[in-house]
């Protein structure tokens, strides 16, 4: 079986504008362990989903560059099942019939309450996708994205809950060059402050761990780092 990280905690990305509300929500859910990652445009959305940290979405629709809407086909293209929940105050039965049409797994309008805010995310999390397991290979490392777990050869990988979250977006870039900020937006909360070489450290540690799989972690000065199999 693979191993599954730990230390886990639920990541979620929330898209709102609204300051005040989205200080209130992270709060709000950071006292049920849920790591929450603000953004409050669809551009920033966009980028941010791709780093492929986060368990679920939730979406405002009256965003400053259109309708949240328009964003769930670029997040499913990103990150195929990943969950999206709409909370919006456009909350009369046609603006959530065009929510659930529009690829939404769940609306929940404003005003609203935390509890049940909590309970939609656990229940969207708990659907079963259709989506077969997602395993890239590199050299004798096998990486399963759908579970996020890794094995070399058939040994499971212990990695911590950041090693992890490094490696998943080096795996699904492998061969290129992944920008170190796009490292650090991934394996650290958006609001974490973070050491210059913070970063430098994980990837040490994860190097020494993923070595008798015949790959390597190549840094690039002044750029970022690379995974690639050794010939």
């Known amino acids: ?11 979620i990305l929330l898209v709102e504008d609204e300051l005040g509300m989205a200080k209130a929500l992270t709060a709000a859910l950071a006292r049920h362990d849920i790591l929450v990652d603000h953004v409050s445009t669809l551009a920033m959305a ?3 989903v791709l780093s492929g940290v986060h368990a679920a979405v939730i979406l405002d629709r009256k965003l400053p560059d ?16 990943l969950p999206i929940i709409v909370l919006s105050a456009l909350g009369t039965p046609d603006d959530r019939v065009a929510g659930l ?17 909590l309970a939609r995310i656990r229940a969207v999390m708990r659907r079963p996708t259709l989506v077969e397991d997602q395993i890239v ?12 777990a890794a ?10 809950r950041r090693e992890l979250l490094a490696l998943e977006l080096l795996v699904r870039r492998s061969g290129r060059t992944v920008a170190r900020s796009a490292l650090e937006e991934a394996v ?26 015949n790959v390597e972690i190549h840094g690039i000065r002044g750029v970022g780092y690379l995974l690639r199999a050794i010939q």
């Open 151 to 160: 094995v070399i050869g058939e040994e499971p990988l212990t990695l911590t």
């Open 46 to 48: 966009a980028e941010a």
């Open 1 to 11: 079986m693979l191993a599954k990280i730990r230390e886990s905690k639920v990541r």
């Open 101 to 117: 049409d529009n690829g939404a797994d769940d609306y929940l309008a404003k005003p609203f309450s935390v509890d049940e805010l």
């Open 188 to 213: 650290y909360g958006f609001d974490d402050e973070i050491a210059s070489n913070t970063l430098d450290a994980h990837i040490s540690r994860l190097r020494r761990k993923i070595a008798p799989a």
């Open 137 to 148: 290979s590199v050299g004798k490392l096998r990486f399963n994205l759908n579970e996020r």
């Open 66 to 81: 259109g309708d949240g809407l328009s964003l769930i086909p670029v997040l499913r293209r990103s990150q195929v099942g």
